[in-house]
């Protein structure tokens, strides 16, 4: 059974900058699509961006292109969401989800449908 921890959210003020962790357990960590989606206060939840844990691509939801990026840590099965230039508009719980990939390509990225397993979220606070 995998399981998803996201770590490192916390408050910020604006323009600051926080780096999200989730880490994957209880299988293979390679082959898999790892993608990142927050809700904030009255929202729906929406995708923010995706990786493939072994292929290495990755996508970034035009929302926040620019100022999110994604990496990985393959001995710690750890996929990190780096937010710089953080707005109060980013204040959201963020929670990372996971499926088994079939093929190098994880699409669609930002569905909430398209994954399996999701972890319990920490939240981003940033004021003005």
């Known amino acids: 059974q995998v399981q998803l921890v996201e770590s490192g959210g916390g408050s910020v003020q604006t323009g600051g900058s926080l780096r999200l962790s989730c880490s994957f357990s209880?299988?293979?960590?390679?082959?898999?699509?790892v993608g990142w989606f927050r809700q904030g206060p009255g929202k729906e939840r929406e995708g923010v961006a995706a990786?493939?844990?072994?292929?290495?691509?990755?996508y970034i939801a035009a929302s926040v292109k620019g100022r999110f990026t994604l990496s990985q840590d393959n001995a710690k099965s750890t996929v990190y969401l780096q937010m710089n230039s953080l707005k109060p508009e980013d204040t959201a719980m963020y929670y990372c989800?996971?499926?088994?990939?079939?093929?190098?390509?994880?699409?669609?990225?930002?569905?909430?449908?398209?994954?399996?397993?999701w972890g319990q979220g920490t939240q981003v606070t940033v004021s003005s």
């Open positions: 989800a996971a499926r088994r990939a079939y093929g190098v390509t994880c699409y669609p990225p930002y569905s909430e449908a398209y994954y399996n397993y």
């Open positions: 209880g299988s293979s960590y390679s082959s898999n699509c």
């Open positions: 990786t493939h844990t072994g292929a290495g691509s990755t």
